[in-house]
Nanobody, 127 residues
Framework: QVQLVESGGGLVQAGGSLRLSCAAS????????MGWFRQAPGKEREFVAA????????YYAGSVKGRFTISRDNAKNTVYLQMNSLKPEDTAVYYC????????????????????WGQGTQVTVSS
């Protein structure tokens, strides 16, 4: 079983950047596909980005494509989310998640396919 801990959230002005990190422990990190999700106040949790176990494949929600970049360092057991050109609508609690199923179709973006979750980190973008 893997434990996930997010960090790097904070308050930033619109147009700014943040890099979130998610450190994993307790499992073979390099065997897990990883995803980032977010939940804004009063809204359902939504998919942001995902990366395959090797880092060779990535997938993004349309709302963040071109602004956010997901990456991973298997030697450091860490997945990252680089967020650029932030907008107020990016304000949310960001969660990382993991699963070891195939990295295809809905397995990439369906939160119900993810087995392990972190506690979340708050990102607030001011206008």
């Amino acid at each position: 079983q893997v434990q996930l801990v997010e960090s790097g959230g904070g308050l930033v002005q619109a147009g700014g950047s943040l890099r979130l990190s998610c450190a994993a422990s307790g499992g073979t990190f390099s065997s897990y596909n990883m995803g980032w999700f977010r939940q804004a106040p009063g809204k359902e949790r939504e998919f942001v980005a995902a990366i395959s176990w090797s880092g060779g494949s990535t997938y993004y929600a349309g709302s963040v494509k071109g602004r956010f970049t997901i990456s991973r360092d298997n030697a450091k057991n860490t997945v990252y989310l680089q967020m650029n050109s932030l907008k107020p609508e990016d304000t949310a609690v960001y969660y990382c998640a993991a699963h070891r199923k195939m990295f295809s179709g809905s397995y990439k973006y369906n939160e119900h396919e993810y087995d392990y979750w972190g506690q979340g980190t708050q990102v607030t973008v001011s206008s």
